[in-house]
C-alpha cells in the first residue's frame, strides 16, 4: 500500500489502506505532493506483484529525526541520489549511513527504527520486494544474493553490505530507464518487473566488485567525497563539462587522482560518464517531439547533427530519428 506521513511531529510513516497494496496483481501507479510538519516533498510510487518502487524528493525545514516501522514485510533496496540519511535500529544495530549516490539493500523485519536527515534536500529511489517475492526471485542466484536470502527467510534483520556502496553508472541508468519509462499498461508492467530484477542483479555485482577490489587509489573518506562532488558537477553540466584540469580544481584534487580514483570508484571515465548520460538523456528527450533532433545536439553540447547521431547510433541500435 503507498506510504504516507503521519503529521504529528514524529515523522511516522502510515499506510493509505484505501489504495491497492504491493501484491496487487495490475500495475498501479501514482504521483503526490506532501506537505507536512518537517517539510515538502514529491512522492510516485508505481506497485504489482510484490514489488514497489518510490521514487521520493524532499526539501526538510530543518534537521529532522524520523520514527519509522514497516506495515509490509519487505526487503529495501535503497538508492540515495542526494543527501545524507542515518537509519538506525531501536534493536541496538550499528547505525547505517547513506550519503549522495550511495545504495544498500535491507531487511529489517518489519522492527521498528529512527531515520535521520542530516542535510535539508533529499532525493531517493526505494525498490522494495516482499518477502515471498524476494526469496522466489533469488533462488537460483549468486552467492551474495542467497546468503542475505538465508537471513530473510530465518527473519533476521541486516544490511547486504556494512556500508553503504557507490551507484554505478549501469545503476544510474536503469534508475533513469524506470523513471522516464514510456510504455503503458501490461508492457509497462513486463518493462518495470525485468528492471527491478535488473536493479538485484546490479547490486550483487556491486557488492563483488567494492569488497573484492583492493582500493588503491581512493583511500580516504576525503577522496571518496571529493569525487562524489565532481561526478555531481558533471552530471548538473552536460551540455558544458568542465576540463579535466578544471574539474580536479574545483574538487580539490590532483588531475591523477580524478582520473584514476574516478575510474576506480564509479567503473567509468569521467567523460566516460558525460557520454553516456548525454545519450540518456537525448533518449528522453527526443520523446518530446517539438524539438528536433538538431535542437537535442545542440542542448546537449554535440559539435554537429552528424556526431550526434552517430554516438547515438552505436549506443542504441538505430538513428535519432528512427528512436522517435
Not at 49 to 71: A, H, P, T, V
Not at 177 to 197: E, N, P, T
Not at 220 to 244: G, I, K, Q, S
Not at 303 to 312: D, E, G, K, P, R
Request: charged share 20%.
Amino acid at each position: 500500500m503507498p506510504l504516507q506521513w503521519d503529521d504529528s511531529g514524529n515523522g511516522r510513516p502510515q499506510i493509505d489502506r484505501t489504495q491497492p497494496g504491493i501484491n496487487t496483481p495490475q500495475l498501479h501507479e501514482g504521483s503526490a505532493e506532501v506537505s507536512m510538519a518537517f517539510g515538502r516533498g514529491q512522492m510516485s510510487h508505481w506497485m504489482f506483484d510484490g514489488i514497489r518502487m518510490i521514487k521520493s524528493d524532499w526539501e526538510y525545514n530543518n534537521r529532522s529525526q524520523m520514527s519509522w516501522q514497516n506495515e509490509d514485510d519487505v526487503i529495501h533496496l535503497h538508492f540515495i541520489m542526494r543527501g545524507h540519511m542515518v537509519m538506525e535500529s531501536l534493536e541496538g544495530k550499528a547505525p547505517l549511513h547513506f550519503t549522495t549516490n550511495t545504495h544498500n539493500m535491507l531487511y529489517n523485519n518489519m522492527a521498528p527504527g529512527i531515520v535521520s536527515n542530516e542535510e535539508l534536500n533529499a532525493s531517493a529511489f526505494i525498490l522494495q520486494f516482499t518477502k515471498e517475492t524476494f526469496l522466489q526471485l533469488t533462488e537460483h542466484s549468486d552467492e551474495v544474493l542467497q546468503r542475505f536470502a538465508d537471513k530473510v527467510l530465518t527473519g533476521k534483520p541486516g544490511a547486504l553490505s556494512d556500508r553503504s556502496l557507490p551507484i554505478d553508472l549501469s545503476m544510474q541508468q536503469t534508475i533513469n530507464a524506470i523513471l522516464h519509462c514510456g510504455y503503458q499498461g501490461g508492457i509497462k508492467k513486463m518493462f518495470l518487473f525485468s528492471k527491478a530484477i535488473e536493479m538485484l542483479v546490479l547490486q550483487a555485482a556491486s557488492y563483488h566488485q567494492y569488497h573484492q577490489r583492493q582500493s588503491s587509489i581512493v583511500r580516504t573518506a576525503y577522496d571518496r567525497d571529493r569525487l562524489h562532488f565532481a561526478r555531481e558537477h558533471l552530471l548538473e553540466n552536460l551540455e558544458n563539462p568542465p576540463t579535466l584540469p578544471a574539474l580536479a580544481k574545483l574538487a580539490g584534487l590532483n588531475e591523477y587522482k580524478l582520473k584514476h580514483g574516478f575510474k576506480e570508484l564509479f567503473n567509468t571515465t569521467a567523460f566516460g560518464l558525460v557520454a553516456e548520460q548525454r545519450l540518456e538523456l537525448a533518449r528522453t528527450y527526443l520523446l518530446d517531439h517539438h524539438k528536433t533532433v538538431g535542437e537535442i545536439a545542440d542542448m546537449l553540447g554535440y559539435s554537429s547533427i552528424q556526431h550526434f547521431s552517430s554516438a547515438f547510433k552505436k549506443k542504441f541500435g538505430r538513428s535519432p530519428n528512427k528512436a522517435r
